[in-house]
């Protein structure tokens, strides 16, 4: 590559003649990429005018070319690291305005489609065809299935068949660290002409990446009039949970579901949820649940029993069934919620004592192991939480039955009543929500909430935040306009704004419904959000954040609803192009609802909303772990019930959290029994009975993770580890039993990519050099290539069973070629000992 | 390592030798502006020709800077995180040693220039 361009001589770079020779080597490299076939996209190469610089074409017959311009700098730079000519055009065309990275951060390397057994099953034909089917019917689909259910073999089939068919077929593994949208487009450039091309994107584990990906399709779609069709896989977790991404694909699931008519379906369902954490539910509970004719006819049907136990009446699922198959069958359908919430509205209903022994399951099935860590003898944080949460809902009974006021505090009485909706106690909510309802009016459509009868106390609030701001302002200096400053601030407008966001939520969840106070709010929300998505004050986020959390309380998502979506791309906006976004989110209040509290608040909108996953929710996270000091502080549990929340909610090791939130719980509860009372802290007022709406909260997402967590290990948790450890088979003399061999390769492809990298930046580096003429640089690069062929040697040696010199061999590879700890627990130190 | 190639190691940084072309040239066209509006009896020759050697050594040192920090460049487009410092010294040399002794002409025909211009002042009073 790059022969004409190199033989110009480095004089000559940037010269016309040089950028014609470039031109050719770019052309060179997509007539040999196609071994003298027609191309797909057609590249043609020319001096672009007036400047120094390449202008390329890419085209189809019948269709306007798309110009690239190739700047001399680049060209030169990918001249220099040997960089393919037809990546440079790919990046060019993905991202026109970014400078070229190096060869090895661009992402590019062929992949191939897993191997696919010779005779398929039946159930695999079934899949490929339905695949082939739905590839007929839309343009993209993706195939819904559990980890290891054959997602990507059926994927393969179905591309195979589609080849058959006159088609081609890319395959993109993101396992492989490959950056999909250029990866795409350099695969189109090297194909030869098709009628129809399908892109397989395998193995989704960059959701930012991957929705790039369908952008960049989009683009060549419409570009060159391509039939281009986008194949990819998920399991159905991620796919429920990302509706805004997989709303545009035609989903086929791995199995069909369970033919069953649709109501008894869903009682099955219920009862399989329980039933894969071995609950048998009461009677009681059932029958005020579901119809008991329905339970009679399951009954009939042997597919539940009736049994007893210490005086109490259970079901119990038939012999027959297997609630795991039933689960699996219906998970992700319409009107299926996650087990997790199943198993929350059952506890609620079942009471303090007959919940404790499921939760007692949950803590000892869920902890232990799962990710290679020991069990935690002991560890019965859930069964803790729901007792405390329990003791705190009875507190919370008896203060609202003496103060269902709280003391004219409507903000303070809001959240009482979301935790009273949350714990199922419906007749201190009422005397709560008649208060609200009658304190506030905002049943008119487009009126911010206001109240009747004077001013309410949590208004006084908005005084001391003002105040806040002012000396913000004072600080920092006037960064805002004069009517966004503290002196300009529109109190009353704050006040009613942020409570709209907050009696969403009360509507959002209430126990007994006002239609019309909802819709009236909905129309409020919709009315007051900003062309470009933030509510009053714009320098304040956690309003605009306190609003999506209301839309998404009332069921409403990033999905399903203008105002969330508009307020959480403006969350998501940098600050620099006007939105709220800095690598965390900053209060605008001062020391009231600081940046962590703010950033919290926002990290569990955006989380709530299924707003797609960027990389500013992972960054917030980690930013607030980092600032667990101040979050932690005594005086700021709102700060700390937030956190937790976020950390629940967006942090792959979530259980680290549990701690706090028990003493959350204990604190919550001390506060109820000795009396609320406000000390001057910042919302003193509201501390108490918002952290029983958060707590409330924070142990159902607690048990809904636990819960997800056995059904499928956490994807996201996954695909952070380089691997886990596997049940092992039993050892055999000189030989040592290996976690998976699949794994070991997998993380002996890490070793041979790093290898790689080091590999051809030094022959980049040495082909510029005469021979002999770089000696430190020859020496590490024949250092590193022999390591490869090492790793190369050994990587063929990893059979079922692998000698045991050959793993100690790859560690020890691996602990020079990616520092200790780069198996991430697959080495056997438990067994062998100290190395 | 021969003791050219240490030398070659040790040449000036492309941004000292800029600060120092900008010095002389400053020096050198501040000399020329104000003989010629001072009271001191205007322009001379010999002025004139001070003022000459040092924006001519500026001139040099300006090209030799300029010189060391393409050298510079190009290593920088070979370079890599994954490089360890003494590979990096390698490239760096590997890209000054083709112009550096073009380079150290030119700093030294510089500093000539610079010290003929310094010999100078002491005649034009």
């Known amino acids: 590559m790059w022969e004409r361009a190199a033989r110009a001589g480095p004089g000559a770079t940037g010269s016309p003649a040089w950028l014609r020779a470039a031109g050719e080597d770019i052309r060179a490299a997509q007539a040999e990429a196609l071994g003298g076939t027609e191309p797909l996209l057609t590249v043609q190469c020319g001096l672009a005018g007036g400047t120094s610089a390449l202008e390329v074409r890419v085209t189809v017959p019948g269709r306007p070319p798309v110009l690239l311009v190739l700047a001399a700098a680049d060209l030169r730079a990918a001249v220099f690291r040997g960089t393919d000519p037809l990546a440079l055009v790919a990046h060019a065309f993905v991202a026109r305005d970014r400078p070229l990275p190096p060869a090895d951060q661009l992402g590019l390397a062929p992949h191939a489609p897993p191997r696919i057994p010779a005779a398929p099953d039946a159930a695999g034909a079934d899949l490929a065809a339905r695949i082939t089917a739905a590839l007929a019917a839309k343009l993209d689909v993706v195939v819904v299935g559990d980890e290891g259910s054959g997602k990507a073999v059926s994927a393969a089939r179905a591309a195979r068949l589609f080849a058959a068919e006159g088609g081609a077929a890319v395959w993109i593994d993101l396992r492989s660290g490959a950056k999909s949208p250029p990866t795409v487009v350099w695969e189109l450039l090297r194909l030869p002409r098709h009628d129809r091309v399908l892109v397989v994107v395998s193995r989704r584990a960059l959701v930012a990446g991957f929705q790039d990906t369908r952008t960049i399709i989009s683009r060549l779609r419409h570009a060159f009039d391509l039939d281009l069709r986008l194949l990819t896989t998920d399991t159905p977790s991620a796919v429920a949970a990302m509706p805004a991404l997989y709303g545009f694909y035609e989903q086929v699931p791995v199995r069909q579901p369970v033919a069953m008519p649709g109501q008894d379906a869903a009682v099955m369902y219920w009862f399989a949820c329980l039933g894969l954490f071995g609950i ?189 701001m002012i000396a913000e302002d004072l600080f920092l200096g006037g960064r805002w306009p004069a009517s966004l400053l503290g002196t300009g601030v529109d109190k009353a407008r704050f006040h009613s704004t942020w409570m709209l966001g907050v009696l969403l939520g009360f509507e959002g969840s209430a126990l007994e419904r006002s239609d019309g106070r909802l819709d009236a709010l909905l129309a409020t929300a919709e009315h007051h959000c900003a062309p470009d998505g933030h509510f009053y004050p714009r320098r304040v986020p956690w309003v605009t954040a306190r609003v999506v959390l209301g839309l998404c309380g009332a069921g409403l998502t990033y999905a399903t609803h203008d105002v969330v979506r508009r307020a959480c791309d403006w969350l998501v906006r940098p600050v620099r192009e006007g939105g709220a976004y800095a690598e965390w989110w900053k209060g605008g209040t001062g020391s009231w609802n600081r940046d962590e509290a703010t950033t919290a608040m926002c990290v569990v909108a955006l989380l709530r909303a299924g707003a797609p996953a960027g990389e500013e929710v992972g960054k917030a996270v980690v930013w607030l772990r980092s600032r667990v000091g101040e979050w932690t502080r005594p005086g700021r549990e709102i700060d700390l019930a937030l956190a937790l929340e976020a950390i629940l909610l967006g942090a792959h090791d979530w259980r680290s959290s549990y701690g706090r939130l028990l003493n959350l719980l204990s604190w919550a509860n001390e506060e109820f029994r000795g009396g609320l009372r406000d000390l001057g802290l910042p919302e003193g007022t509201l501390r108490a009975p918002f952290a029983a709406a958060q707590l409330a909260a924070l142990v159902r997402v607690a048990v809904s993770r636990e819960a997800a967590a056995l059904v499928e290990p956490a994807p996201a948790a996954a695909e952070r580890r380089p691997a886990r450890l596997e049940p092992r088979l039993p050892a055999t003399a000189g030989m040592r039993l290996r976690p998976s061999v699949t794994h070991w390769r997998e993380v002996t492809r890490q070793i041979e990519e790093q290898l790689e990298g080091q590999v051809q930046r030094r022959r980049a580096v040495l082909r510029r050099a005469a021979p002999g003429g770089m000696p430190v640089v020859q020496a590490a690069y024949d250092q590193y290539t022999a390591q490869l062929a090492l790793c190369r040697e050994l990587r063929e040696k990893l059979r079922e069973r692998t000698p045991i010199e050959v793993i100690e061999r790859l560690v020890e590879l691996g602990d020079t070629v990616c520092g200790t700890g780069w198996n991430g627990g697959l080495s056997y130190d438990d067994e062998a000992g100290p190395r | 390592m021969t003791t050219w190639d240490r030398w070659v190691a040790r040449l000036p940084a492309p941004g000292l030798l800029n600060f120092l072309a900008g010095l002389f040239a400053g020096t050198g066209i501040n000399l020329l502006t104000s003989s010629a509006v001072g009271d001191g009896g205007g322009l001379s020759a010999l002025t004139v020709l001070d003022s000459i050697a040092w924006v001519l050594g500026a001139a040099l040192v300006t090209v030799a800077a300029t010189m060391l920090q393409n050298a510079e460049a190009e290593a920088a487009l070979l370079d890599s995180p994954m490089f360890e410092e003494p590979e990096r010294r390698e490239i760096r040399m590997h890209q000054r040693r083709p112009i550096a002794r073009r380079a150290v002409l030119l700093i030294l025909g510089g500093l000539l220039s610079v010290i003929l211009a310094v010999v100078l002042l002491p005649f034009l009073a």
């Open chain 1, 280 to 468: 048998q539910p009461l009677v009681a509970v059932a029958d005020r649940r579901y119809h008991p004719e329905q339970l009679h006819r399951l009954q009939q049907r042997e597919l539940i029993h009736l049994t007893a136990v210490d005086g109490k009446v259970y079901y119990r699922l038939g012999a027959g069934v297997t609630p795991t198959a039933l689960v699996a069958g219906q998970a992700g359908l319409p009107g299926r919620a996650p087990p997790g919430e199943l198993i929350w509205a059952y506890l609620k209903m079942a009471g303090a004592d007959a919940g404790r022994a499921p939760l007692e399951q949950l803590d000892l099935v869920g902890f232990p192991g799962r990710d290679g860590h020991a069990r935690v003898e002991g560890s019965r944080n859930l069964t803790f939480s729901w007792e405390l949460l329990y003791r705190l809902g009875e507190q919370l009974d008896r203060y609202c039955a003496t103060n269902p006021d709280w003391d004219d505090n409507v903000g303070a009485a809001v959240f009482a009543a979301e935790a009273l909706a949350e714990l199922g106690h419906a007749e201190q909510w009422r005397r709560v929500a008649e208060f609200v309802r009658g304190r506030l009016s905002y049943d008119v459509p487009g009126e911010l909430p206001r109240a009747t009868g004077g001013p309410t106390l949590e208004e006084g609030d908005f005084e001391r935040i003002q105040a806040n």
